[in-house]
Structure formats: structure tokens, C-alpha cells
């Protein structure tokens, strides 16, 4: 990959190659990342070749949650490779919700709330193409000056061919059936009830429970805690207002902190941690490990939180020349 930008500007980004002490110190964090992340993959082959199987459908489920939870740490780890810290922020807010979905359905109901989350994507990939395939919308109208009127009558039919797919998925099962009941009432209950007659969605977790928004389902979990600085401090990255925060101001003036500054790492990392080996351990009694198989993940999380604590203190010691960018 050409990195050109980083000689030309070097007097903008941070070269974490540059900088040993630093560079070692984010090894450090990849090793703990490194260890929970071939954790689950130890899990995920388990389930996967049927030597830990309890239910196929909800590993099914599991499966899928343990291969997405992967991907973000290890985007997490790849970003912290290069003391992107702050990116890292949003990555970790989605995975916190994937973490926090998975043990919802694992804490009760698992295989109604497992279907509650498997069906809510077709849902939503049905209802947002109505929108857009609807020949009286503004969305449909703009559609055939585009592309003609066959294409979009084609593309109708598209639509309809995934609708009686769905049908015939949710008659495949009785739970399927059951959550697509409990979901039409739930919905039909929030319309009557909502100003908006014309637009009322549900989130999948109020289908087979009454928590109705992520603080509900984290509470739901013993998350609770943990909401305001996660909706609270890492909405400033996700939502883009945390520009201003890229300048430091003392009695000399303001000083532009080095793109790819490397402070501040330790919170993300730490909650990364925290909130995967929770869910790790979830999974682990989902899954009804035997005596030995818990003593030995005991072992694994004793030593995992040692090394997080101590690879999360050096992150947050990192200090570099106050205002790298003088202006």
C-alpha cells in the first residue's frame, strides 16, 4: 500500500515506525487483542465442525455474532497497528452492539430472540425497497426517469420474488412463524399508539421483549454503566464533531496535534477487552463447558485481564511533545 502522504507530510502524521517506545507499547495491546481474538476463533471452529453444538439454528445465530465480533477487533487491532486510535472509536461503538445483541439472546428465550435478530434483516431489506420501488413515490418517480420504465417493473418484480422468499423461510419453522406474529402485533400495537400512522418501525429486540431502545437492551444486560460514555463520548468520532479536538491551546497559543496522535488508546482498548471477554464467557456457559473447560478459561481470564490492564496503562502514559504541529 503507497503511503506516500506520510513523507511529504511528516510534519502532520505521526510514524508510529519512527518512534520504538511507542511502537512497542501498541505491540503490547495486539498481543492481548491477538489472544481473545484466536478465542473466539477456537469457539467458532468448535461450533462450526459440530464439536460444541447445543441448538443449529441459534449457533447458527452465534456463529455469525462470534464471526462479526472477530472482524471488529481485529479492524480494532489493525487501526491501533498504526496509532489510529480515534477511528478505532467507531468501530468499537458497533461492536459494543453486537456484544450487547449476542447476550441478550443468549440470556433468556435464545432461540425466539435468535429469531427475532436473524429474520429483522429481511424485514428491513423489504421495507426499505418498497420505498424505493413504488411507482407513486418520489423515490419510484425518479427511479423510471432513470432507468426506464421495464427496468423498474423487472426490478418490482425482484422485490416481490424476496417477499415470497421470506414467506416461505418463515413457514420453514414454527419459531420463524411465532416471531413473525409477535412482530406484526407489536407493530399493529405501536401504530395505534404512535402520531406518525404512516411510518412506525420496531427494533428486533422489542419483538420477543419489552426493552425498546439500546440503553433497555443494555441495561437488560448489565451494561448499563457503560451507556453514557459509550453514547455519550464516542458519538463525538461517529457523528463528526470531534474536529476541534485535534488542537491543544496554551499560553503560546493553539498547537494542531499530529494526524495518527498516539494518545488517549488506553479507554477504547480497555472496553474492547472488557466488553469480548464478557461475551466470550457467555458463550462459554451457553455452550455448557465441562469443569476442566471452565477452570482453564479461569486461567486464560485471569492472565488476559493482567496483560489488558497493563498494556491499557502504558497506552494511556503515552505522551508526546504537547502541540506537534506549532502554528
Known amino acids: 500500500m503507497q503511503n506516500s502522504y506520510l513523507k511529504v507530510f511528516d510534519n502532520l502524521f505521526f510514524n508510529v515506525e519512527k518512534h520504538d517506545d511507542v511502537k512497542k507499547i501498541i505491540e503490547q495491546a495486539s498481543y492481548v ?45 489493525v487501526l491501533y497497528s498504526v496509532s489510529l486510535f480515534e477511528p478505532a472509536q467507531i468501530i468499537l461503538r458497533s461492536l459494543i452492539e453486537n ?59 425482484k422485490l416481490e ?15 420463524f412463524q411465532e416471531t413473525d406474529i409477535a412482530r406484526k402485533k407489536k407493530l399493529a400495537d405501536k401504530k395505534k399508539h404512535s402520531r406518525n400512522k404512516k411510518k412506525v418501525h420496531i427494533q428486533w429486540y422489542e419483538v420477543c421483549s419489552n426493552t425498546t431502545s439500546i ?20 458519538s463525538f468520532e461517529s457523528h463528526g464533531l470531534n474536529a476541534t479536538m485535534g488542537m491543544d491551546v496554551d499560553k503560546n497559543g493553539f498547537l494542531l496535534k499530529l494526524i495518527r496522535n498516539p494518545e488517549g488508546g488506553g479507554t477504547t482498548f480497555e ?10 464467557h457467555k458463550i462459554y456457559q451457553y455452550l455448557e463447558d465441562g469443569t476442566d473447560e471452565m477452570a482453564e478459561f479461569k486461567d486464560f481470564f485471569k492472565d488476559f485481564v493482567k496483560k489488558r490492564d497493563i498494556a491499557s496503562h502504558n497506552l494511556d502514559m503515552i505522551r508526546t511533545a504537547s502541540g506537534n504541529v506549532s502554528k
Open 161 to 175: 420474488k424476496k417477499r415470497q422468499a421470506l414467506e416461505r423461510l418463515i413457514k420453514s419453522k414454527a419459531v
Open 271 to 280: 472496553l474492547a477487552c472488557a466488553f469480548s471477554i464478557g461475551v466470550l
Open 215 to 234: 440503553y433497555g437492551l443494555m441495561k437488560e444486560t448489565g451494561y448499563e454503566k457503560y451507556y453514557d460514555g459509550i453514547y455519550g463520548g464516542l
Open 33 to 77: 487483542l491477538d489472544s481473545i481474538i484466536t478465542r473466539f476463533g477456537e469457539v467458532e471452529n468448535e461450533m462450526t465442525i459440530g464439536i460444541s453444538r447445543i441448538d443449529d439454528f441459534v449457533d447458527t445465530v452465534i456463529i455469525l455474532f462470534i464471526r462479526k465480533i472477530m472482524e471488529q477487533l481485529d479492524s480494532i487491532n
Open 99 to 157: 456484544i450487547v445483541g449476542l447476550e441478550f439472546i443468549l440470556k433468556e428465550d435464545t432461540q425466539k430472540r435468535a429469531a427475532a435478530y436473524y429474520l429483522e434483516h429481511h424485514y428491513q431489506e423489504l421495507d426499505k425497497s418498497e420505498i424505493y420501488f413504488d411507482a407513486e413515490s418520489e423515490y419510484g418517480k425518479l427511479i423510471i426517469a432513470q432507468k426506464g420504465r421495464d427496468e423498474f417493473d423487472k426490478d418490482c418484480k
